[in-house]
């Protein structure tokens, strides 16, 4: 690397905002157990720790610097995201950090076809909208309380499904997910639609699979909510309507 190429990353990193210290503070580093290294992980790697591989800092700087010009260009361009992890004790973060972004989310099973067979989901997420409407409207005090209570509770299963996406029209343009062994699926159907795939890597996941790869650990509460704030920061900073919200 060049020292040209060396100042303009270092720019960037303060630009976010992005701190080794703080990073290493929050438990980025630390990777699996050395028997659990995905082969494709170990330029990542800057050393063994009671055997366990411990995450280069500087690499994850970089990547993540990386992934958030690209969250801040996408944003910019009036293009849509989605957030996906469904890993329990990060559904209340991700549903949390999406609502106050206003993105789209998954935190809980990915559905096949989601992205695959989209219009078909539509139309699971469209009948979800016009039941959740109904239970709303004086027309729904016509029904007998059995036919109420079908109804609710129809529309409490699908509320499970597709709360986190009933305003997503078409698909995304670019998907963030917190876990990709978790929610390989999501990465596979990306994939297959040219959607662009930002994730966080641990050294035990294939990062070749990812467009934009954030090389840390992605088990820890600590580790995951350093990334997603600043993802959160970056969307906040440069979507019209929350920018206004904040002044």
């Known amino acids: 690397m060049t020292e040209t190429q060396t100042i303009k990353i270092e720019s960037k990193i303060k630009k976010y905002g992005i701190s ?3 990073m290493a503070k929050n438990g980025l580093a630390f990777g699996h157990k050395t028997s659990r ?3 494709k992980m170990a330029p990542y790697v800057a050393l063994v720790k009671d055997g366990v591989h411990v995450i280069d800092l500087n690499k994850t700087a970089d990547c993540l610097t990386t992934a958030l010009e690209v969250i801040e260009n996408l944003i910019k361009e009036g293009k849509s995201m989605i957030l996906v992890g469904t890993k329990p ?3 209340e973060l991700v549903k949390s950090v999406a609502e106050e972004c206003g993105l789209c989310y998954v935190n809980e099973r990915w559905i096949g076809g ?3 067979n989209f219009p078909e989901i539509k139309k699971r997420i469209d009948y979800f909208k016009k039941l ?3 239970t709303k409207s004086q027309d729904f005090s016509k029904y007998t309380k059995k036919e109420q209570l079908k109804i609710l509770k129809e529309v409490e299963k699908l509320r499970t499904k597709f709360e986190g996406i009933k305003k997503l029209e078409k698909l995304p343009d670019l998907v963030f997910v917190l876990d990709i062994k978790k929610d390989l699926l999501a990465v596979q ?3 297959k639609k040219g959607v662009n795939v930002i994730a966080i890597v641990d050294t035990n996941v294939d990062p070749s699979l990812i467009d934009y790869p954030i090389p840390a650990n992605d088990d820890a509460m600590s580790s995951v909510k350093y990334i997603l704030d600043k993802i959160k920061d970056v969307i ?3 979507k019209p309507e ?3 919200e904040k002044q």
Request: aromatic share 8%.
């Open 20 to 22: 080794i210290e703080e």
């Open 37 to 39: 290294l995905h082969p």
């Open 89 to 91: 004790h990060f559904k």
């Open 114 to 116: 989601t992205f695959t």
């Open 132 to 134: 959740e409407e109904q």
């Open 189 to 191: 159907e990306a994939k």
């Open 236 to 238: 906040k900073n440069t």
């Open 242 to 244: 929350i920018k206004n």
